[in-house]
């Protein structure tokens, strides 16, 4: 059963405009939520993360929405660059322990 | 580098033979994690540790995996008579005191092929 769900396998975008990421979940005791980015034969690179007292975090081009009730985050990336194209992670952490949950991952393509 | 070291990048290993992955944790750090990535899947978690203590191991197979991070040292992760499903990329990450809402950082990871 997977409780971290990235629907899209794939995203292309054009360079310059906006490229939406989503996550979903299904676990009530997640209350904080992390974006990686990876590029292939490296690790996991930290992106932005958003606890579930927030519904929003802005860092530069990279802003993670959560909606709680839908059970929901998106990453917003803006605008799209060249250098964005990678497999992009969504992980949830709940209230009570430090494991991470990670969704399958969706490979963004920035075209130029 | 002060990011998270793994090594080797890549071992491959012969069915029954053992396998063992290497993480040494950013500097200041004292909280290891390891995840295994199956091809075409998310990562997914196998086994917490601090220094000298397994934290929470509910991600690991309760049969040939073992992991230990000793006092002075990296932290081990140890596969014994691999099997070709253990073909993975094995991650390791750290954080600096174990919190709740604390990042994890990821090393560049081990790949194991078992043939």
């Known amino acids: 059963d997977q409780q971290v769900k990235q629907n899209s396998p794939s995203l292309s975008v054009q360079e310059g405009r906006i490229s939406i990421l989503n996550c979903d979940y299904t676990n009530s005791m997640f209350d904080y939520f992390l974006w990686y980015k990876k590029y292939p034969a490296e690790g996991p690179t930290f992106l932005i993360s958003i606890s579930s007292i927030k519904d929003k975090n802005e860092d530069g081009r990279f802003t993670v929405f959560l909606n709680k009730s839908a059970k929901h985050l998106s990453l917003h990336i803006v605008p799209s660059q060249p250098g964005d194209s990678a497999v992009y992670f969504c992980?949830?952490?709940?209230?009570?322990?430090?494991?991470?949950?990670f969704g399958g991952g969706t490979r963004l393509m920035v075209k130029p | 580098n002060a990011g998270v070291m793994q090594n080797p990048r890549h071992l491959v290993r012969r069915r029954g033979q053992e396998a063992r992955l290497r993480c040494s944790p950013m500097k200041g750090h004292s909280h290891v994690y390891w995840y295994r990535q199956l091809p075409e899947e998310g990562l997914k978690f196998m086994v917490y540790l601090q220094k000298e203590n397994i934290i929470d191991e509910s991600g690991m197979p309760k049969e040939r995996f073992s992991a230990e991070f000793p006092k002075e040292g990296p932290s081990i992760l140890r596969i014994q008579q691999v099997v070709r499903g253990d073909s993975a990329a094995y991650f390791c990450?750290?954080?600096?005191?174990?919190?709740?809402?604390?990042?994890?950082?990821f090393g560049p990871g081990t790949r194991l092929l078992v043939l």
């Open positions: 990450a750290s954080s600096p005191f174990g919190g709740r809402r604390e990042t994890q950082y």
């Open positions: 992980a949830a952490s709940p209230n009570a322990g430090n494991m991470l949950t």
